[in-house]
């Protein structure tokens, strides 16, 4: 798998910044994955956890909310 570069932050922190394979997060609608090449989009997340994983291991982010958005560039996660 080919990684892709993901923030996740809130207005005063950095909470993971760096090159990941993949990201699933607690989407308003459900469970969204997202892989590199994904659509463009933006969609709300609901309380729950962010599971991150990378080319050495796994990290998970507890949330209560947050909006994801998948660009060109990469995803940017902000709580």
Request: glycine residues 8%; proline residues 9%.
């Amino acid at each position: 798998m080919h990684p892709f570069p993901l923030t996740i932050a809130a207005v005063d922190k950095i909470f993971f910044q760096g090159e990941v394979v993949s990201v699933t997060c607690p989407g308003r609608d459900g469970e969204v994955t997202i892989l590199r090449h994904h659509v463009p989009f933006v969609t709300p997340l609901k309380p729950g956890t962010i599971l991150i994983k990378t080319t050495e291991g796994e990290q998970e982010i507890p949330v209560s909310q947050g909006i994801l958005e998948v660009h060109k560039e990469g995803v940017t996660i902000l709580l």
